[in-house]
């Protein structure tokens, strides 16, 4: 299969603990978005990566919330003492041109308890 | 800020029913726009996306149009089938040149 792939699937998770994500974009794409999505709503922007530089955090991104993408390769989303209001859809995406479409995985569904 | 709306909200048809879905956004200065299908608990999909200047974009029984100017889009579905129901969610990308505004979609069934 070559295209994103995110884990795990499922995450539940006791508030106030650590949660940390992973996303593999389709492997020539060097372009990396991280959207959430909210029940009955459509996903938000959160971050953007060309390779491995961030360039762009929206103000949904707290402090408790830190992306990386070492090597420009595969990203990670972590989330610090997370809160109820985290739980959400994590969804990644990858693009090889800017403007161009962006295809998504399958979302890493977050439930704090 | 670009505010993208879909309406309607939820939508029900008979099976074999021609449908058209609604978006409309409020910053015309976009670079393209995408359609885009999710299944319940799932991630999405690429359906269509229409460049700023394209007026329509058709695959298979889809066929969606962009009237930039006047800030809308709709995505017609020929034929409709019960695999057809799912969320549609439309999204552009504006100034920021990267980033996809989505609208909140409309919740497609079709009943066999």
């Known amino acids: 299969d070559t295209g994103v792939s995110q884990d795990p699937r499922h995450k539940i998770t006791k508030r106030g603990q650590n949660v940390t994500f992973r996303c593999d974009p389709i492997s020539e794409h060097n372009r990396l978005y991280w959207y959430r999505q909210t029940l009955g709503q459509g996903p938000e922007f959160l971050t953007y990566f060309q390779n491995e530089a961030q360039l762009e955090k929206s103000r949904l991104l707290s402090d408790r919330f830190s992306a990386e993408r070492p090597k420009g390769s595969f990203s990670t989303l972590e989330i610090q003492r997370t809160e109820q209001g985290d739980s959400a859809m994590y969804l990644c995406?990858?693009?090889?041109?800017?403007?161009?479409?962006?295809?998504f995985g399958p979302g890493t569904r977050l439930l704090v308890l | 800020k670009q505010e993208v709306t879909q309406i309607p909200a939820a939508l029900s048809v008979p099976e074999g029913e021609n449908l058209v879905l609604n978006c409309s956004f409020t910053?015309?200065?976009?670079?393209?726009l995408q359609w885009f299908r999710q299944d319940p608990g799932k991630g999405l999909t690429s359906l269509l996306l229409i460049q700023s200047s394209q007026r329509e974009q058709t695959s298979g029984r889809l066929n969606a149009s962009l009237d930039k100017s006047s800030g809308r889009s709709t995505l017609y579905i020929a034929a409709s089938q019960p695999g057809d129901s799912a969320t549609y969610l439309c999204a552009v990308i504006g100034g920021s040149n990267y980033k996809l505004t989505f609208g909140k979609g409309t919740l497609l069934t079709v009943n066999p």
């Open positions: 910053d015309s200065a976009i670079y393209n």
């Open positions: 995406a990858s693009s090889l041109v800017l403007q161009e479409t962006q295809y």
